[in-house]
């Protein structure tokens, strides 16, 4: 609950009409399922999403906003909202002019891989499935982690949610690149952020949603205690950003931690950062790489 007032506060200051959100949708906060959901609703309802145990001294900034109570959360203290149930968001989608263009399938029984889409919907507007069937007509549906998927349905990683979070973190749909994060060295997206959140501590994690509505979006990540997995700290390596001259060109990445030292503890908050502490270009001081050659015999001619 804490940190939910702290992402909200962070995400929506509410200091002017510009950082207030329009919608509040609150869900059950023992309901991840429900909250995941109306995690598509975040960015074109300019909406902020929370569980319905915030107090209401942390809503009461938001006092103008029209709350939505998803699968029949609690109303704040005082003030009444307008039910949403999860076959109201695909309409409601719609009528904000956003319809959903992907349809991500989980297992509803699996939320250490379901809970990785949360950053991605808010973000996105794509909806999230526990059932093919539900997909709307002619949107393409993609499988996060192990759910099990059908002919025609791409699969994005496995059974282990640190694999499909680096897998996910990497994908772009090759047809239409709309689809997936597209974080790989390949890509020229200079700015990163990454969201770590403690294992097993889903109803934390599904909070994330927040942080990719504004600011700098990007894929979640699990911790362990005392240090992150061997898989997600070799792609942190991978996406280190490098200067050519001084560090103070950039470009930076950097990460979200939900939770303090005693969910996260300082050795793997401090790994995550050496991770991608920006560095120096990796032909300079060591050899002579291709730049180099090319500059030497400039410099000849």
Not at 163 to 180: H, I, M, N, R
Not at 289 to 298: I, K, Q, S
């Amino acid at each position: 609950v804490a940190i939910a007032a702290r992402i909200a506060k962070a995400v929506y200051p509410a200091t002017d009409p510009a950082t207030t959100p329009d919608t509040v949708i609150l869900y059950p906060a023992d309901n991840w399922r429900a909250g995941l959901q109306a995690a598509s609703l975040v960015k074109p309802l300019n909406g902020l999403l929370l569980p319905d145990s915030v107090p209401a001294d942390s809503l009461s900034p938001y006092s103008t906003a029209t709350f939505l109570l998803m699968a029949n959360a609690a109303a704040p203290a005082g003030s009444s909202g307008q039910a949403l149930s999860a076959s109201d968001v695909v309409t409601r989608l719609t009528d904000a002019g956003a319809p959903p263009q992907h349809a991500i399938l989980v297992d509803e029984n699996d939320p250490a891989n379901a809970l990785l889409a949360a950053p991605w919907l808010a973000y996105s507007g794509d909806i999230v499935i526990f059932d093919k069937a539900d997909a709307p007509e002619g949107v393409p549906i993609f499988a996060l982690g192990a759910v099990t998927a059908t002919e025609g349905i791409k699969r994005v990683g496995g059974s282990d949610a640190s694999k499909t979070a680096v897998a996910f973190a990497k994908y772009e749909d090759s047809q239409t690149g709309l689809f997936g994060w597209g974080m790989n060295a390949d890509s020229l997206t200079g700015y990163r952020a990454f969201t770590i959140a403690p294992a097993g501590d889903y109803a934390t994690a599904l909070l994330s949603a927040n942080l990719a509505r504004r600011g700098r979006p990007g894929p979640l990540f699990w911790s362990q205690d005392r240090q992150i997995p061997q898989v997600v700290n070799n792609y942190f390596f991978s996406q280190r950003a490098a200067f050519w001259v001084t560090p103070s060109e950039g470009p930076f990445h950097h990460f979200y931690i939900l939770g303090d030292t005693d969910a996260i503890s300082f050795p793997a908050q401090a790994q995550a950062d050496y991770t991608v502490e920006i560095g120096p270009y990796f032909e300079k001081g060591f050899a002579a790489g291709p730049m180099d050659m090319l500059a030497a015999v400039w410099l000849v001619l």
